[in-house]
């Protein structure tokens, strides 16, 4: 079975840019969780999604925001990028809830410019 | 709000030498789950504990959970170069919403 992947893995936007990364859960997975994490940090919690619905929410501005499709995939998009948004954004799949274990794809590297 | 704290923040060992890191959270835990980082990887799962004093072991790892399920170590016997990463510890918020993480401890292993 595939493991969670994203897309793309790099990416560089300049200030102000709107952007869009994906990822797709592992099979039979129905929860999607998004992280950013900065050089030398812990993973932070953006959001996570759980059958489509938010389930939960991070100390994120509302320029971040995500969703769920039928399939379980998901997106997350940031809006007017600042350069303090450059980082890892890591998507983990689970079964359920946030406190089940999380299996994480291998990120996608945001460069703001 | 919810913290989980983790020291020591960086530890560099001799190959064989043994590792702990130690994991504190400012509220109780319905349970502790632990990951490691490979440099220039992405988190991986390692181990969910659940009860209160719970031990399990993994080869030459060995977790622990505090019997007031605030706290947990990782222990590694011997070092091998295999094992240097970050090793984060996460537990969920109380809403059971989110997963709080450590800052993480460093490992390097000099051969």
């Known amino acids: 079975d595939a493991g969670v992947t994203q897309s793309p893995t790099h990416l560089i936007k300049t200030r102000g840019q709107h952007v869009t990364l994906r990822c797709s859960p592992i099979?039979?997975?129905?929860?999607v969780s998004w992280y950013q994490q900065v050089l030398g940090q812990g993973p932070q919690f953006i959001f996570q999604?759980?059958?489509?619905?938010?389930?939960g929410r991070g100390n994120f501005p509302d320029r971040f925001s995500a969703r769920q499709f039928p399939n379980y995939s998901s997106e997350l998009n940031v809006n007017a990028l600042l350069l303090g948004d450059s980082a890892l954004y890591l998507c983990?799949?689970?079964?359920?809830?946030?406190?089940?274990?999380?299996?994480f794809g291998p990120g996608t590297r945001l460069t703001v410019t | 709000g919810q913290q989980v704290m983790q020291i020591p923040q960086y530890q560099h060992v001799q190959e064989g030498e043994d590792f702990t890191t130690y994991c504190n959270s400012s509220?109780?835990?319905?349970?502790i789950q632990w990951y490691k980082q490979r440099p220039g990887g992405h988190p991986v799962f390692l181990i969910q504990?659940?009860?209160s004093g719970e031990v399990k072991k993994q080869k030459r790892l060995t977790f622990q959970f505090g019997e007031a399920k605030k706290n947990s170590s990782l222990h590694i016997t011997a070092t091998q170069t295999t094992d240097v990463g970050t090793y984060f510890c996460?537990?969920?918020?109380?809403?059971?919403?989110?997963?709080?993480w450590g800052l993480g401890t460093s490992l390097a292993v000099n051969p």
């Open positions: 504990l659940v009860k």
């Open positions: 996460a537990g969920p918020a109380g809403n059971n919403r989110k997963l709080i």
């Open positions: 099979s039979g997975h129905k929860s």
């Open positions: 999604y759980y059958e489509k619905e938010e389930r």
């Open positions: 983990a799949s689970s079964l359920g809830r946030a406190s089940y274990e999380q299996y």
């Open positions: 509220t109780t835990l319905s349970n």
